[in-house]
């Protein structure tokens, strides 16, 4: 069979040079070594992100579960006042109790994602659920704290920490450590509001 540069030769043609054999070989080469290398580049850059998402999430966590245990055992026997019997106390527990809860939620959901690469639901509903519940839980967390800042001013300026001091000192560690989940909560609301972004602009969760 003869070749397509002699066939067009005989037909008078000019025939198209084709490059050698080797130098084929090298383009095959350096774009098979090119590709795996952005690819490479790209999954290192959304594991670490996510791994930063995944220590705000843990952050978030910990302060808030300690905030909760904090409050939950403030008592002090029969003479001593009691943390539920406070409204603005009761609120800064439960919202720090459903923060831990979601936050160890997003804390499996991280590692999921950066153990397999994909996320827990699709990629469409989990960036929406994540930014959505950050927002919400954020000012949850955020107006428990408040309020329960403005009954400790309160008490204060009463005889409650006079004759109990010690209930006034851990009710003031608990929001003081739910203030620090706020806090990286708040990180993690604006990295989740990052990932919208990307998925409005690009359609993915990440700009790679």
């Known amino acids: 069979m003869r070749s397509p540069q002699v066939q067009a030769a005989r037909n008078g043609e000019t025939p198209s040079p084709s490059p050698p054999h080797h130098q084929h070989r090298q383009q095959q080469h350096h774009h098979h070594n090119q590709t795996p290398f952005h690819s490479t580049l790209s999954v290192q850059k959304l594991r670490r992100f996510n791994s930063l998402i995944f220590v705000f999430r ?4 910990s302060f808030s579960f300690a905030s909760s245990v904090f409050m939950l055992t403030n008592s002090r026997g029969s003479a001593s006042p009691r943390w539920y019997d406070f409204d603005a106390f009761r609120f800064v527990f439960a ?27 699709p990629e469409v509903l989990q960036v929406w659920f994540d930014f959505g519940h950050d927002q919400v839980f954020a000012y949850l967390l955020l107006s428990a704290d408040s309020a329960g800042t403005a009954l400790a001013r309160v008490l204060k300026g009463l005889d409650t920490c006079n004759a109990s001091s010690a ?10 450590l739910g203030f620090a989940g706020f806090l990286f909560l708040g990180f993690s609301s604006l990295l989740s509001g990052f990932r919208v972004a990307c998925f409005i602009i690009n359609g993915s969760r990440f700009h790679l």
């Open 58 to 61: 843990l952050a978030a966590f």
């Open 95 to 121: 919202a720090n109790a459903i923060v831990a809860l979601y936050s160890l939620f997003e804390m499996v959901a991280s590692v999921w994602e950066i153990s397999r690469g994909v996320t827990l639901f």
């Open 167 to 176: 209930f006034c000192v851990q009710a003031d560690i608990a929001i003081a």
